[in-house]
């Protein structure tokens, strides 16, 4: 790759719009992307691409899987498993079948790293995943992605044929004993189907559903074979790490987790979208010098959400935690894939729990009880609080049902899920309570709480409220205080986006 790829990006045009969202990154593999005059096979080779291949092509198997451990990469995926401890498991497996497994099925809210990757630089994915299959010494591999992801869908499509045409797929690969077959298998959509074990039964042929661990995938996966599953990221690093050393790779990085790291960055922040920096960098760092802070100056920080639907919630007096898999561990969230969701004060708690425990119950699998009962019955009692329902003791029943089905769940969607709520209970307490005690929402984010009332004394008697309200639900005379009819207001806040002067509380 280019010699500059590693340093901070130089301001550009882009920057310039942005502040400094693209100048205060350190882009290595969104650089890639950047130098990339288009995604073909000659695009990719005039930026260094495939060189990390023929390094590895001349060296042992041995000697690529203890050049990954070197560098420190651990898995980009979630787990943050480190990636040679892997590829060693399986690489002495004795059998004569071995798979490789490109996993491109992101279905977090907000989540797109790996759509992005594959549709912006496919020759990447297929270079990591060469070297991975030499490594371990399997001949067939696969990207399973979403067919939904049109524009990574066709990318990797022309890719695979590109490198077929020339060489890098198929029988004798760069004049060597190496055979590799690369296909596409279409993911039903599924948010489980990012698990492993789910995963290996899509493609299969059978329902999407975990099994239980041990034997791992690396020892006994695909068709019963030992199989290989990273995702997009963790293998668009290993040409890179191939072809420029392990201690290039672990310039970037701290302590056990070396690197950059991608991130999609949403909600309630100035610029968000995709960035990539160091693993160790805080989280202010982050929201602050790179993203240039809050979307709407006059809210303050309250939370950020890390590591996608199942994970934490980071209050911000402990935003100055190294972005990195154990310390965000340590606080009740977790790394993840990289998704984060930042949160003004605006935001409530309790609904933010509702909304994403929701969004797990729906994507349960059903196989195994505590996830599939656990979470719909914690889901149901976060939708009683939202609705001024909650009663004396719900905090401490969701407590044990949350860390019950943490501990007790089949496969990491269920252990995780919990995440968002215990968290917001460790840093948020006093705002479940006030919904239960008080049948208020503090920020009047739970819209069966709002209650819309016009304060007289900031009234201008304008009338400008009373027409935009669809309910009919406002009465108003000239030079009179509008009044609003609580029994006919169905609590939309158009009243409340109406009025210029802010007299709608």
Known sequence: MS???????????????NGNFIAKQTRRLLAICDQLESIDLDSYLKV??????????????????????????????????????????CRREKSAEKYLIGNCNEGGPGAYMSRFLVANNPHAIIEGLLIGAYAIGAGQGYVFIRPEYGDAVIAIKQAIAQAREKGYL??????????????????????????ETAL????????????????????????????????????????????????????????????????????????????EAPLGVSLRYILDDICGGMEKKTRKLKAV??????????????????????????????????????????????????????????????????????????????????????????????????????????????????????????YFRAEYETHIRDRRCPTAGCVALRRYLVAAERCKKCGQCQPACPAAAISWQKKQVAQIDRDNCIKCGSCYEACPFGSID
């Open 170 to 195: 198929g029988s004798g690969i760069m004049g060597r004993r190496f055979d590799f077959a690369l296909d596409l298998k279409f993911s039903p959509g599924e948010f489980i189907c990012g698990e």
């Open 3 to 17: 010699d500059h790829e590693e340093k901070p990006a130089q301001a550009s045009s882009s920057a310039a719009v």
């Open 305 to 426: 959400q890390v590591g996608g639907p199942t994970g934490g919630v980071i209050p911000a007096s402990l935003c100055d935690t190294p972005v990195d898999y154990d310390p965000l561990k340590n606080l009740g969230a977790m790394l993840g894939p990289g998704g984060m969701i930042v949160m003004d004060e605006g935001v409530c708690m309790v609904e933010m729990a509702r909304y994403f425990l929701a969004f797990s119950a729906d994507e349960s699998c059903g196989k195994c009880t505590p996830c599939r009962i656990g979470l719909k019955t914690i889901q149901e009692i976060l939708t009683r609080i939202t609705e001024g329902r909650g009663r004396e003791g719900d905090l401490e029943l969701l407590t044990e049902l949350a860390e019950d089905v943490s501990w007790s769940s089949l496969c990491g969607l269920g252990r995780t899920a919990p995440n968002a709520l215990l968290s917001s209970l460790r």
């Open 48 to 89: 260094g691409g495939y060189r990390g291949l023929k390094q590895a092509l001349a060296r042992s198997p041995q000697q690529v899987v203890a050049q990954i451990a070197a560098a420190g990469l651990r898995g980009r995926g979630g787990g943050g498993f480190p990636t040679a401890r892997k590829w060693e498991v």
């Open 200 to 275: 290996i039964a899509c493609i299969e042929g059978r329902r999407a559903m975990p099994t239980a661990k041990p034997p791992h995938p690396a020892q006994k996966g695909l068709w019963g074979k030992p199989t290989i599953i990273n995702n997009a990221e963790t293998y668009a690093n290993i040409g890179p790490i191939m072809a420029r050393g392990s201690d290039w790779f672990r310039e970037l990085g701290a302590g056990q987790s070396k690197g950059t790291k991608i991130f999609a960055v949403t909600g309630n922040v100035k610029h968000s979208g995709l960035l």
